[in-house]
């Protein structure tokens, strides 16, 4: 039994009867303010990113801010920007999910949680296996298939509530790969299966939650069996400037093991950057990883070197080129036109996909692909 935080609110959490349940992780939680949760939309014909920036965490919950851009192909712009409140009552107690955004409705929604499930099922699912369970979703108008999916709210599609069953798929945790500070690791995940009806008809989405009872967030959502091509996943968790140090942390600490990184090695990647789906348009999000990169440049003024851009293999091999080098181009003018850093220190280069780091074959090896790194010009090296 292990006591935790959430929100102001000392409570007890029970992991579950066995030590296998209890797994080390590095994710800090509850999860800081400033932390961003990156989810990719895999779905016929493309992948888009959102980016849910943890803005305020305090005792009513955790206020998310939510936001998506996407860059049509004849230079057209989607930009949708949500704030929602998981509140903490909801995360301790609740049975319900809500699985999409409004920008017309309102941003909290009594009873759900939004990004989690709460603490209540998730022991009720170690203690018996199963437990009762809502999803409010959205309905195209054909009443198809649920569009769970976009996580935003359309003026066509109506909200519908399928009500069930939440079963463990599995027998315990398995590693879940994710970006943590920029790292590849493991996560440990419990996989979950709904059984769920409304209206007559039956809907059976898969999901995987992080195995800590303190936040069983979601990182996994499959749909139905008709459209298996729809995944929405987690694939990146950055942590505020602040806490992304490896060693010892405190307000210094990420920009301390960026400057180690760039002292030692001469090549470090660069968490914390978002773009535009297939744009090289700076999210703001990006703001104070950018801010902090300029400060490590500014301790060592003799420093010089290359902003590197690279991209998954989705899309030609032209495209990814171009795409690479504006967006190695837009951190370096950022640097430059915000932060005063000379631009005789640093040069640009786009690989497109021509060096991935992990397989482009499946989600998390795409998003880590999509990187943007820094490398120092070291002599000898």
């Given at each position: 039994?292990?006591?935790?935080?959430?929100a102001?609110?000392m409570i007890?959490?029970t992991?579950g009867a066995s030590?296998?349940?209890?797994?080390s992780h590095p994710?800090p939680?509850?999860l800081p303010?400033g932390?961003v949760?990156v989810?990719?939309?895999?779905?016929t014909?493309g992948e888009?990113?959102s980016?849910?920036s943890?803005?305020?965490?305090s005792d009513?919950?955790?206020?998310?801010?939510?936001q998506?851009?996407e860059v049509?192909?004849?230079?057209d712009t989607?930009?949708?920007r949500?704030?929602?409140?998981?509140?903490?009552p909801?995360?301790?107690t609740?049975?319900?999910?809500?699985?999409?955004h409004?920008l017309?409705g309102?941003?909290?929604?009594?009873?759900?949680?939004m990004?989690?499930?709460?603490?209540?099922?998730?022991?009720?699912?170690?203690?018996?296996?199963s437990d009762?369970?809502q999803?409010?979703?959205?309905e195209s108008p054909?009443?198809?298939?649920?569009a769970?999916?976009?996580?935003?709210?359309g003026?066509r599609?109506a909200?519908v509530?399928?009500?069930g069953?939440l079963?463990l798929?599995?027998?315990?945790?398995?590693?879940?790969?994710l970006?943590v500070?920029g790292?590849?690791v493991?996560v440990p995940?419990?996989?979950?299966r709904?059984?769920l009806?409304a209206?007559?008809r039956?809907?059976t989405p898969?999901f995987?939650?992080?195995?800590?009872?303190?936040y069983?967030l979601?990182l996994k959502?499959?749909?139905?069996?008709?459209a298996p091509?729809n995944?929405?996943?987690?694939?990146r968790i950055?942590?505020?400037?602040?806490?992304?140090?490896?060693?010892?942390?405190?307000q210094l600490?990420g920009?301390?093991?960026?400057?180690?990184?760039l002292a030692?090695?001469?090549r470090?990647?660069?968490?914390?950057?978002y773009?535009?789906?297939?744009?090289?348009d700076?999210?703001?999000?990006?703001?104070p990883?950018i801010?902090?990169l300029?400060e490590?440049?500014?301790?060592h003024?003799?420093w010089?070197?290359?902003?590197e851009g690279h991209t998954d293999?989705v899309?030609?091999?032209a495209a990814?080129?171009?795409?690479?080098?504006?967006r190695?181009?837009?951190v370096r003018t950022?640097?430059v036109g915000a932060?005063?850093?000379d631009p005789a220190?640093l040069?640009?280069?786009?690989f497109?996909?021509?060096?991935?780091?992990?397989p482009?074959?499946?989600?998390e090896?795409r998003a880590?692909n999509r990187r943007?790194?820094?490398?120092?010009s070291?002599?000898?090296?």
């Amino acid at each position: 039994m292990t006591r935790t935080r959430l929100a102001g609110v000392m409570i007890l959490c029970t992991i579950g009867a066995s030590a296998s349940w209890a797994q080390s992780h590095p994710i800090p939680l509850p999860l800081p303010t400033g932390a961003v949760v990156v989810q990719t939309l895999s779905f016929t014909g493309g992948e888009r990113e959102s980016f849910m920036s943890l803005d305020e965490v305090s005792d009513k919950g955790f206020r998310y801010g939510w936001q998506l851009r996407e860059v049509k192909e004849f230079g057209d712009t989607i930009q949708q920007r949500y704030g929602f409140l998981e509140g903490a009552p909801d995360l301790l107690t609740a049975t319900r999910l809500w699985a999409y955004h409004s920008l017309e409705g309102p941003d909290e929604h009594p009873g759900y949680t939004m990004m989690a499930i709460s603490r209540a099922t998730y022991r009720r699912l170690l203690a018996t296996r199963s437990d009762t369970f809502q999803v409010m979703t959205l309905e195209s108008p054909a009443g198809a298939v649920p569009a769970a999916f976009g996580w935003l709210g359309g003026r066509r599609a109506a909200p519908v509530r399928y009500r069930g069953t939440l079963s463990l798929a599995g027998t315990g945790p398995a590693g879940f790969p994710l970006l943590v500070r920029g790292r590849r690791v493991e996560v440990p995940a419990l996989h979950l299966r709904a059984n769920l009806t409304a209206r007559g008809r039956s809907w059976t989405p898969e999901f995987w939650v992080l195995a800590d009872t303190t936040y069983p967030l979601l990182l996994k959502w499959v749909g139905a069996a008709d459209a298996p091509e729809n995944v929405l996943q987690t694939v990146r968790i950055d942590l505020p400037v602040a806490m992304s140090g490896e060693v010892g942390g405190g307000q210094l600490g990420g920009m301390k093991s960026l400057e180690g990184a760039l002292a030692s090695d001469c090549r470090v990647e660069l968490p914390g950057i978002y773009f535009a789906f297939n744009s090289a348009d700076l999210e703001p999000a990006s703001d104070p990883a950018i801010a902090g990169l300029a400060e490590v440049l500014a301790g060592h003024p003799d420093w010089t070197g290359t902003i590197e851009g690279h991209t998954d293999s989705v899309g030609t091999a032209a495209a990814n080129l171009t795409l690479s080098e504006r967006r190695a181009a837009a951190v370096r003018t950022r640097l430059v036109g915000a932060h005063r850093v000379d631009p005789a220190r640093l040069a640009t280069q786009g690989f497109g996909s021509s060096r991935p780091r992990e397989p482009n074959a499946t989600i998390e090896g795409r998003a880590r692909n999509r990187r943007v790194e820094l490398v120092r010009s070291c002599p000898g090296r």
